[in-house]
Every structure is written in structure tokens, then in C-alpha cells.
């Protein structure tokens, strides 16, 4: 399993876009591995990650405990922590974003 802290602002950095870039390496190499994305305040994940179940906390969250046990209820669940709805939602974004690509193509080829 792979945490991924995210606070907002933090897409930016150079720095932890490599880190990314390794972490997902690790995860295309071994399969089961999950990927968790723990999102601080409003931040939002980065695209790669969307589709995965998010653990959201606040940065002056008092009780740590819902947290760490969301993070091993992610540790025991069998099969891969996607959200299908997100999932559904990213796939219809696409197609969508196809149509409108062909339909300017289909008008400049006029």
C-alpha cells in the first residue's frame, strides 16, 4: 500500500511529482498494491489517483483515530479501493471531451 498525503497547492511542486512518478512505477510492478490518497482540508487528488477511494482529514483534525482506522480498514479490503462512481463519471468526461475533439475536427475539415 502507498499513502499519498495531499495538501492544497502541493500539485505544484516539482519534488513530489517524482515522487508520484515512483510510487506509481511500484504499484504498475507489483498489482495488488493500492494506492490511498489522504487529502488534507480541500485539497484534491491529482488526476492518477481520482478514481481511488480517498481518506479526507483536517489539518487541525483532534482525533486521529477515524483516520488510522480508515487506513487499515483500506489495509484489510480485498481487490482494489476505486470508486466506481468516479470512475463512471472520468470515463463519461472523456467521451465527452472526444466528441467535442471530433466535432471541431469534423468543422475544420468543413
Same mark, same amino acid.
Given at each position: 500500500?502507498?499513502?499519498? #498525503?495531499?495538501?492544497?497547492?502541493?500539485?505544484?511542486?516539482?519534488?513530489?511529482?517524482?515522487?508520484?512518478?515512483?510510487?506509481?512505477?511500484?504499484?504498475?510492478?507489483?498489482? #495488488?498494491?493500492?494506492?490511498?490518497?489522504?487529502?488534507?482540508?480541500?485539497?484534491?487528488?491529482?488526476?492518477?489517483?481520482?478514481?481511488?477511494?480517498?481518506?479526507?482529514?483536517?489539518?487541525?483534525?483532534?482525533?486521529?483515530? #477515524?483516520?488510522?482506522?480508515?487506513?487499515?480498514?483500506?489495509?484489510?479490503?480485498?481487490? #482494489?479501493?476505486?470508486?466506481? $462512481?468516479?470512475? $463512471?463519471?472520468?470515463?463519461?468526461? %472523456?467521451?465527452?471531451?472526444?466528441?467535442?475533439? %471530433? $466535432?471541431?475536427?469534423?468543422?475544420?475539415?468543413?
Amino acid at each position: 500500500m502507498i499513502v499519498f #498525503p495531499i495538501e492544497p497547492g502541493w500539485v505544484k511542486q516539482p519534488w513530489l511529482r517524482n515522487e508520484w512518478s515512483t510510487a506509481l512505477e511500484a504499484a504498475w510492478k507489483v498489482p #495488488p498494491k493500492r494506492l490511498i490518497p489522504v487529502l488534507i482540508e480541500d485539497a484534491k487528488a491529482p488526476a492518477f489517483l481520482r478514481s481511488n477511494i480517498a481518506i479526507r482529514v483536517g489539518k487541525r483534525q483532534k482525533k486521529l483515530e #477515524p483516520v488510522v482506522q480508515s487506513i487499515v480498514t483500506a489495509l484489510r479490503a480485498d481487490g #482494489p479501493l476505486t470508486d466506481r $462512481a468516479a470512475e $463512471a463519471r472520468e470515463e463519461a468526461r %472523456r467521451q465527452k471531451r472526444l466528441r467535442e475533439i %471530433r $466535432a471541431e475536427v469534423e468543422a475544420l475539415r468543413g
